[in-house]
């Protein structure tokens, strides 16, 4: 197991970050993406899993491509049960692109969009960033390879310099309702060198996915510790999963992890889903363990009874 193995990680000692959407001390919010059969989030979905477990979730993902459209039926729909939007919004167009202006349209149109929303509700663009082009769908449409880096990764400066685009049209437009959401991968890529800067960023996180047979403290104190230096800013596990023999003992304890090892990740959701390239859907093993982790009252921060 690598769990004997791994080193461990420094105790968390900083002041717990504040910021938009920030939950109570002593709790944290549960969220997820629920789509097990495929084909997308939907309404449905979400409340047949809110029904097995027992509670509502506190916030809900959902994927869009660059041209959308959101928010829609998913968003309006989490707005009626309390539960807080998270918009997982892809890139769909070169960095370089966007900068020079040439996306405007679509950017005014999304700012414009969820401004009417009026209901705060997280945007995360171009998540995972510091992974190549064959990731998240693939993404070779949005690299540039003149103003990229080699391999099909992404260049630091060109994004940074989209996101920055991106946010100050959203911020011409009024839509002040958004809470932009930066959000990495695993390690791979020194994923610190995309922050776009702290006037452009209200909440940090990541993504990471326990693919070995190790607990949630190993699976995150890596990337955890890579990020350790934006602590003023909210923490985010935005998507997590274990593979279905592995489920039990990755959220088994889970929220006694998070609030020892992680006091400072304030959020975390799990993929109930397929997946790009690989298959987090809760077995009936793993769900008893998700509902035992869902009910602890650390996880309660905005839950609600469906």
Request: proline residues 7%; glycine residues 8%; aromatic residues 14%.
């Amino acid at each position: 197991s690598l769990q004997t193995v791994l080193p461990q990680p420094p105790v968390f000692t900083g002041t717990l970050a504040q910021g938009p959407l920030v939950p109570a001390t002593g709790t944290t919010y549960l969220g997820g993406f629920i789509d097990p059969d495929g084909g997308g989030s939907s309404p449905q979905k979400t409340a047949a899993f809110e029904a097995q477990i027992g509670r509502n979730l506190a916030y809900n993902m959902h994927f869009y491509g660059w041209n959308g459209p959101f928010p829609g039926a998913n968003e309006a729909d989490d707005i009626a049960h309390g539960r807080i939007p998270v918009i997982a919004w892809n890139c769909g167009t070169t960095d370089a692109q966007i900068v020079s202006g040439a996306a405007d349209s679509i950017i005014i149109a999304h700012a414009n969009a969820l401004k009417a929303f009026g209901k705060p509700i997280f945007v995360r663009w171009f998540w995972e960033m510091n992974l190549d082009d064959t990731n998240n769908a693939p993404r070779k449409q949005c690299y540039d390879p003149k103003t990229d880096l080699p391999s099909g990764y992404f260049s630091p400066t060109q994004y940074i310099a989209a996101w920055q685009h991106i946010h100050n049209i959203f911020v011409q437009q009024g839509a002040t309702n958004v809470i932009w959401l930066w959000c990495v991968a695993n390690a791979h890529g020194g994923p610190a060198q995309y922050y776009p800067g702290d006037s452009y960023v209200d909440w940090v996180a990541m993504d990471n996915y326990d693919t070995f047979d190790a607990t949630m403290f190993h699976t995150f104190y890596i990337l955890s510790n890579e990020l350790a230096q934006f602590q003023e800013k909210p923490f985010m596990i935005t998507e997590t999963g274990a593979h279905a023999a592995l489920q039990p003992t990755f959220l088994g304890g889970a929220a006694a992890e998070l609030q020892s090892q992680f006091p400072q990740a304030r959020a975390i959701g799990y993929l109930d889903s397929h997946g790009s390239f690989q298959d987090w859907v809760l077995t009936a093993d793993g769900l008893a363990s998700f509902i035992t982790f869902a009910k602890d009252s650390y996880m309660s921060a905005m839950a609600s009874s469906p």
